[in-house]
């Protein structure tokens, strides 16, 4: 079992910069796949990153802006976001998974309760 609690979402301006954090629960943490999602309102959520078999993936999107990244010593998944765009705004959510197919959420067993980004023009 794995509990997830996410942080660091809030408000900024277009080019600015978010660090979003995800505390995770468990010994079994470090073994896990971990990835964030986003939903914006009306739309599907989606996947923007994730480091599975030591490897890390992104949406096209926010390659060369966003940066994925785990602290197994701290029980700690991070997202740092740069170069923030009017279309990063959404509720981010953590999740993590053993043996995941990462690209779909529906593969995700474990997540975080969001948080909101919002990034004004």
């Known amino acids: 079992q794995v509990q997830l609690v996410a942080s660091g979402g809030g408000l900024a301006q277009t080019g600015g910069s978010l660090r979003l954090s995800c505390a995770a629960s468990?010994?079994?943490?470090?073994?896990?796949?971990v990835g964030w999602f986003r939903q914006a309102p009306g739309k599907e959520r989606e996947f923007v990153a994730a480091?599975?078999?030591?490897?890390?993936y992104y949406r096209d999107s926010v390659k060369g802006r966003f940066a994925i990244s785990r602290d197994n010593a701290k029980n700690t998944m991070y997202l740092q976001m740069n170069s923030l765009l009017p279309e990063d705004t959404a509720v981010y959510y953590c999740?993590?998974?053993?043996?995941?197919?990462?690209?779909?959420?529906?593969?995700?067993?474990?997540w975080g309760q969001g948080t909101q980004v919002t990034v004004s023009s």
């Open positions: 468990g010994r079994a943490f470090r073994y896990y796949s």
């Open positions: 480091i599975t078999s030591g490897n890390t």
């Open positions: 999740a993590a998974q053993s043996n995941v197919n990462y690209r779909y959420p529906e593969n995700w067993g474990y």
